[in-house]
Each structure stands twice: as C-alpha cells, then as structure tokens.
C-alpha cells in the first residue's frame, strides 16, 4: 500500500528537519522521496506532529525472567486487563504485561522498534518465542556475556582472538545484537555469596578483574565489528558513591575510542550515579557524570528513570536483586545460569515520600538535563526496574516542562527535594530534541541504519502524534504533551497502519534482527555442521552445560521473521 | 434512594459487576444506571440485559441504597471500591464482595463466597450467613491487605481469613479453618468458633482470639502468659485465655489468645509459665 502523510510538523533529527511542514512519501513498506500520489492513501496529518517510529534501547520485555516476573506478580497482573478484540487478544498488563500486551502498548505510544537488553545465553530459544509472540514491533535482543566462563577463561590467557571467536559464535547461536555486560565479574563471584567491591577486584578462580573484563570485551566488540557498542551495567549498582566506579568504566575503555563512533554503552545511568557512603547521605553524582559525558565522545548513557509507583525490579545482576529484597523485605527469586550468569527478581514501590527514592528521580532527569548533546542520552526505565514503559509520556513531560518537574518536585520528600539539582536547571527539551532521545539517537547508538529517520530508504516506521508544536506550548501545557504521546493517533509499522487514535488497527508480525559476523569459524553452514567449532567447546558443554552442543544453537529457521544484519569482521 | 435489583436469569457463567456500586449510582438516572457495562463470562453487556432494576424514593433513607434479591452467588466485585451508601444482599453473593471498599455499608442476609471484604480500607460488611475463603484478604501475591473497617460474619469462614491483614476488625462467629491471621501485621480478629489449625502463621503484629478449639498451636510460637479475658473493641471477652507471642520464624510479635477451657490439651505449655 501506497502512503502520504501530508502537512505534518516533521521531526527527524537524523536528517535535521526540525518541524518542518513536509509531507512524506511510503511505497512498499519503505519511505521514498515521492511518487504519483493518485492511487496513494493519503494522511492528513496538519496540525500533528510526525515522528520516525519510536525507538527503545532497554526494555526488559521477553524471556526467562520477565516470564518468572509475570509469575511471581498475580497482583501486579489483576487490575490491568486487556479483554479481547476483533484482531488483537486479550492480556494483562502494568510492571510485567503479557506478550501480546507489550506488543500493542509499544505500538500505541508510537515505538516500533525495542531492544530485550539481557537474555542468558542459555534461556535464547525461550526469549526468541516470547518474542515471536510480542507483535507489530521489531526486536532484538542481547546475550548476557560478561561473566561467560569461555569470556573469562580466554580474557584471563590473553586470547583476544580466540575470545573474540566465542563471542561471535555465541551472538550466532543466540541470535543476538549486541553484547551486554553486567556487572562484569560479579555474577561469577555471587556465585560464592560475594559481590565484587571495584574494577580492580579480582573475580574467585579465574583471578581476572572487572576492568580487564570490560575492556576485553570492548576490543572483541570492535574485532567483531558489532553495530552496537558494548552494553554495560556498571558494577556497584545500586550502592551510595558508584558514581566514581561509573566514571572509571567509562575512562577504562576510552583508548579504544579511535573514530567517532562511541565504545560503551552505560545502561540505566541513573543507577549508577549515587554519591555518599550510605543510604542516609547518599545524593545524585548526575553532575559529575554528565560533566564526563560531556567532555568525551566514546560514550553514551541511557536514563533508567524512575516513576513513583508499584513496579517489579528485574535483572542479571544477582547480589544487587539480594540487596534490594533485603532493603523490601518483599518477595523475591534468584537464579544462577549456569556457567553464563545469574538473575533475579524484586517486586519494588517507588514512594515519593522516600529520601532514597525521591533521590533517585531527581538522578535521572538531572542526567538527561545535563548532559548537554541528547544524541549521548536516552529516555528509558529500564522497563519495568524504574518503571513500567508507559510511563514514557510523564517522564518526556518532565523532560520538556519545568513546570511539571516543580510540580513533582513539591510532592516528593523535603529532604530530598532541597539536595535535588532540578529547581537549578532551567533547561527545557523541544520537541527535536524529544525525537532524539527516544529515536534518532538510540537508532544511531544501535547501528540501525534504516530505523530512527525519515530519509529515503528508510523503514516505513512512522508515529504522528496530535499535537500542534506550533500553537502548544509544551513548557505550559505539559498535560497536553502526556496525552498526546501516550497515544499516537497514527503508528505505521513497515508502510503499514498498526494504530489509530489508542486503537490496534492491524497486527503484523516485528522483525528479529540480529547480527551475523562473517568469522572463519562460521564459514560452514553454522548449523548443519559444527566442524569448524573448536573441539574444546564440545567438550566443555558435555562437562558444564545442561544443554548438549547441538541443541543449543538456535536456527535461523527458528525465528519466524529474520532479519540478519551481515557484518564484516576487522580480522 | 432505593435501588431494587433482580438477575433476570439463573447465571451459569461469572458476572464480573463492578458497577453495582452506590458511587456509580450516584447522581445517574434510571436509564443511565441500565446502560452500565457489567462482564457475563467474555461477554460485555449491558447491565439491564442481566438485570432487572427498579427505583424507588424513600424519605426515611437519606443515602443511597442497592438492594440485591435472588441468587448473587455468581455475581462478583459488588460493591468494589464503594466510599458510601449501602448495599443489602437478600441471598448469596458472589466473590470479592466490597473488595477495597472505603466506607458505607454492606449487608448480606446469606452466604458471601471468598475474598469478601479483600484489602478494604473502611466501611463494614455484614454477612448473616456463612462466607468463604480469604475475607479482607488481599488479591493473590499482593500483601497489602484489610487496613481498615469491620467484617462480621455470623456462620464460618473458610481459611486464611484476614491474609495479610494491616488494620480493622474482622469477626467470625462461627468456625474458621487453616491459618486464620496469616502474614498479618496489624489489626484484630475474633473467632468465637474453632479453628483448623496452623493460626497466626507469619503473623509480624496484631491480635487473633480463638474461643473455640485449636488442635494445636504452631511450634513457632510461645506461650507467654494467662490472661483471665480479652478486650475486643470495647467489648470484654471473658476468658481466661492462653497468650502465645509469634511468629517467631519471622521475628513476629503478633498476640495469639487461645481459650483455656476449650483446649484442656494445652495445658501442656503451662509448664513454660514461671
């Protein structure tokens, strides 16, 4: 089907079109420069505002331990009902939705495109089927492989090569993107009921450290030649004064940083950036954070913002999930994957009355408003650990308005209020620079060259919100700014009408992409002969893996719509 | 305000109708009140599809009032989230009766299946007969229960009566079974029955009064004196009853009165009293 949209205010920061009135062209699921428009359905889009399809870079939305978070919160699921429709199916929603659930939510606010940002190399084939059944919105998903004992084995010998092959290997046979990290070396060492205290603590038995970990795996990735930087959740997490562990995971990998492009991805920011010695003293190191980010250009953050409410904290990073059960006294799971990672979860309530949790919103807007360029950050919860995503709509409110920063600001606990940099900061984002955070610049962070924009040649993923940029004043009228991004009034995904007006139209199936490195080692068909598999591999999953070699590579038949990304690798 | 509700027919499927509620009367006309959207099964329908609804003034009753006559057994979440008004249930009726209901009143003459009174935050519920398991429990998994109000149910109760519980009386005249009080943390709860065992479990704070038998009181309690009654609301509760303090698996100290006569078994634990 052919389309136009007509007489928007665009915004594609990718392209630098900032709110002009243009109209844009879809032939084929892709946007062209334009056509005979007679046989075209056309948009009326005057007074809306058009976007590229939304874009999430961290949203814990599929897999093993979101499935644990569904079973473990009946009550988070009992008064969020989704009946059945015509086409879409019925579901249940809030801090952990169902699959077909996140699917419309996400297409309702706009997004078309989210990343599943840790998945156990050892549970890919359970997240592959979630999100096989998470519709309309395009998917990938990153392979926890920081605490992979091939990783720290290799890493530890100084086998950069051989490590870098692994990896390779491992992000094939998982169907992953990107490479994530968390909590390098201090999965491995929950394993013996400790956490590590730094970079420079070496990890039980392998005797290898955070930093060479981190750094390690920096240069795998640029061997392999990932479109994504490494994907980092910093050590310390979570604890009063990890501001400066953030800092220097950061500086560890800044060497590496030869071209423009950034090496390090630090994910939800926010926990991360904690000053003082304890709870009682901790504040925000957003400033001190942003001044780095600011300085230096291998690095970009995303927010991790928290929203006060009722949500389900959830992550690979065991010994921080004890922490917080601990701190709740709330019901909680922990799990060890066996020879990759661990995980765990926390049901949690962000109360505004809270010193530590009020602390913790204030971070997360500090961050974003301080860090000058929005190209180097990006608006997430770290669904649902912040909050859930449709909080999306308050936090880009908060964003654009000070107004409604002052408004929260009042409500929240007094102590924290008066140590909180907000009421210092004047800064207000426009509406190009909304487009950035939560589009153009995650898509360029991915590597995705045809999501993000509204250039020819793009993927026909358009969100058009209603709301008139030029008779609203968003600063003002930030309830208007909520409303509308809360519910597009159009989502087209790949050329198509998905949603209108807070209404499914349509439910077409999302892409998976991955990456798939062209390495010596994958020359032979991956999955009918492991030939060129190093035998040590099969050796050692018969010694440590539940799982035999050959039912563990998943497939590329296995994904119902595969989009492989073909990459060269710097040999 | 009188609202006068029949069932129309024998429903055989649930009826999820959160809109019998004297809030959501408040203020609407007759027809309005018809065209309410209840749930039969997946069906959304209209409320006057399944109900037959009259209105009637009534100087004498000042607020509004629902009066339900027939079988309500399958009709569930009446009266969910009420702040004011009455509710008078001639018969049964279903599940999660006045579930987070924050005042008004509710009075069933019959059986009240489970969940009544779930998580409720004010308001009194009066059950003349029976009701099921989980009264002024919260919904499964959560562990914000009854903070505050009055139940009383005149027959039994099922198990797990005031789950979680955080605040307000519940009152069971009749028996309860298993874990009655389990993982409370605030409040009170009178049985002038028996119970099935395993009461108090998890308890971290407040009181539970069994009058009945208990066949035996769990090993993470203990026993901490006699006392010769008890006061429940103003009203004494003559004794004299076994005081055990627990859940000690949890650091609790919640209060667990057990009657002396009824239980002459106990009697083993006055050993401990010195």
Redesign the interface.
Known sequence: MNLIIKNGFVYDPLNGIDGEIMDICVRNGRIVEGFDEHDARVIDASGMTVMPGGVDIHTHIAGSEVNLGRL?????H?YDVE??KTITRSGVGRSVPSTFVTGYRYARMGYTMICNPSMPPLEARHTHEELEDTPIVDKATFPLLGDWWFVLEHLKNGLIKECAEHVAWMINATKGYAIKIVNPGGLETWGFGRNVKDLDDPVPNFGITPREIIRGLCLVNQIINLPHSIHVHTNRLGQPGNYITTIETMDCVKDFAKTERPVIHITHCQFSAFKGDSWQNMKSGAEEIAKYVNHNKHVTLDMGQVVFTDTTTMTADGPWQYTLYELSG??WVNHDVEVETSSGIVPFRYRRKSYVHATMWSIGLELALLVDDPWKIYLTTDHPNGAPFTTYPKIISWLMSKKAREKTLKKINSKARAKSLLPSIDREYTFYEIATVTRAGQAKALGLKNKGHLGAGADADIAIYGINPREIDPSRDYKAVRRAFSKAAYTIKGGEIVAKDDEIVKVPDGKIYWVNPELPLLKNDPFSSHSNIPSDLRRKFREYWTVEFDNYFIPERYLKISAPIRIEVRW | MIFHILPKYQFRVPVYADCISPDVFDGKRLDEILKLRVWEGNKNRPLSDLFSVKCEENAENEGLTISLRGDFSKVRRVGVGMSKGKIIVNGDVGMHLGEKMKGGEITVNGNADSWAGGGMEGGRIEIKGSAGDFIGAPSRGSIEGMKNGIIIVHGDAGREVGCSMRGGLIKIYGSVKHFVGISMREGTIFVRGDCAGKAGAEMFNGRIIICGYVPSILPTFTVDSIRPNVDVNGEKIPGPFYRFLGDMADNGEGKLFISKSKNPHLSVYEKYLL
């Open positions: 473990l919160r009946p009550e988070d009992a009946p059945r709330n019901k």
